[in-house]
Structure formats: structure tokens, C-alpha cells
T-cell receptor, first 116, second 113 residues
Framework: GAVVSQHPSRVICKSGTSVKIECRSL??????MFWYRQFPKQSLMLMAT?????????EQGVEKDKFLINHASLTLSTLTVTSAHPEDSSFYIC????????????FGPGTRLTVL | GENVEQHPSTLSVQEGDSAVIKCTYS??????FPWYKQELGKRPQLIID?????GEKKDQRIAVTLNKTAKHFSLHITETQPEDSAVYFC????????????FGTGTRLTIIP
């Protein structure tokens, strides 16, 4: 099956710093990637939809200036959490869809962010 | 937008018995309904999915049923095993549309040996 990787898997940072998370589709091209956030014992909440070569579409309530998304190629999307605060601590998961509109989404392994 | 409700939030089942998890959705345009299994700290794993042109799909011990009229779909796991213990999420989306997955709130399934 299709493989999606994320890096790093775990990151601890100080409050006020920025953290970049990478999402890569390893064996397929993805025009669309999605970024989710999952707090402990809760469901996955979509943050934004990332389309290659265009601006990301953010969900209501998600600050686009705080969560910067770049989808520069068909295999890589990045999420940068700027000026991170403890309330940003969460499990961030990306997913990627292949080129066909009917393709299934495949999830990355997630990144555990802890902001001290 | 789409709203997906999932019940129950927790479910304990004796090993070997069946487990059923139910979801309802609000947007009649949704046409794709996947189910994911998530173990603690891991990524969601797709276990089965169904598209709106069929009413039922089965894969070994797992089956999903869809009632488009009532806008609900269910996951059925038969002959449960301890390794089935996990959190299960249903989701809905519009393939060929915005394709956003809207997730249910999750069901923590515990299989009692």
C-alpha cells in the first residue's frame, strides 16, 4: 500500500519557538495533503487542506498565520507551528491522497509536539 | 458542513462475541465512508471503507453496512479477538468534491479475554 512518512516523530520545544513538521508521500504523488490535530482521547480534527502549488485552505478557527503550510512538490508538505505555546501541544497527523479524485487518503505516523 | 456522530463511545465485548459501532452523518452529498482503527500513539489504519453505490461490504471478520436514506452506517466485527482492542473512528467525505474527511468522535473497543 501507499506509504506516508512524517518527520520528526516527536519534538519538544520551548514556548515561543517555531517547529516545522514534514509530511512525505514515499511511493506516490499527492496533489492534496491534509493536516489534522488530535488531542488526547479525542478525534482527529482537520486543520487545513494543502494543495500542491497553491495556498492551503484552512478550517474555521485555525489561524493561518500560526500554522504555516507549504506544499512545494507532489511528495512533500510542511506544517510550521509558529511561536508555539503549551496549548499547541498535540499529535499532528498528515494524510495524502493520490492523483485521482477517488483515491483513498493514507495517513502518516504522526508527530507528537510538546511545548514547554 | 458535515457532522458525523458515533456511538457508543466505549464498548466492552467478550472475546469471540461480535461488536457493532454505529455512525450517522448529516450531509447527503457524502459518498465515501471509511473506518479507521487507531492504537495508542499510532496513525489511524484504514480497515474497511464503503462507497455510496453499495449497501454492504465485507472483509473476513469485518463488515460495514450503509443506509443512505437514513444517513447511517455501521461497523460489524465478528469473532472478536484481543488484538481488536483499539479506538475505532468512522468518517465521511465527498470523493470528487472537497474530499475532507470528517471524523466521528471515536469508540474505544475493549475485548475481554
Amino acid at each position: 500500500g501507499a506509504v506516508v512518512s512524517q518527520h520528526p516523530s516527536r519534538v519538544i520545544c520551548k514556548s515561543g519557538t517555531s517547529v516545522k513538521i514534514e509530511c512525505r508521500s514515499l511511493d506516490f504523488q499527492a496533489t492534496t495533503m491534509f493536516w489534522y490535530r488530535q488531542f488526547p482521547k479525542q478525534s482527529l480534527m482537520l486543520m487545513a487542506t494543502s494543495n500542491e502549488g497553491s495556498k492551503a485552505t484552512y478550517e474555521q478557527g485555525v489561524e493561518k498565520d500560526k500554522f504555516l503550510i507549504n506544499h512545494a512538490s507532489l511528495t512533500l508538505s510542511t506544517l510550521t507551528v509558529t511561536s508555539a505555546h503549551p496549548e499547541d501541544s498535540s499529535f499532528y497527523i498528515c494524510s495524502a491522497r493520490g492523483l485521482a479524485a477517488t483515491d483513498t487518503q493514507y495517513f502518516g505516523p504522526g508527530t507528537r509536539l510538546t511545548v514547554l | 458542513g458535515e457532522n458525523v456522530e458515533q456511538h457508543p463511545s466505549t464498548l466492552s465485548v467478550q472475546e469471540g462475541d461480535s461488536a457493532v459501532i454505529k455512525c450517522t452523518y448529516s450531509d447527503s452529498a457524502s459518498n465515501y465512508f471509511p473506518w479507521y482503527k487507531q492504537e495508542l500513539g499510532k496513525r489511524p489504519q484504514l480497515i474497511i471503507d464503503i462507497r455510496s453505490n453499495v449497501g454492504e461490504k465485507k472483509d473476513q471478520r469485518i463488515a460495514v453496512t450503509l443506509n443512505k436514506t437514513a444517513k447511517h452506517f455501521s461497523l460489524h466485527i465478528t469473532e472478536t479477538q484481543p488484538e481488536d482492542s483499539a479506538v475505532y473512528f468512522c468518517a465521511a467525505s465527498i470523493l470528487g468534491g472537497n474530499e475532507k474527511l470528517t471524523f466521528g468522535t471515536g469508540t474505544r473497543l475493549t475485548i475481554i479475554p
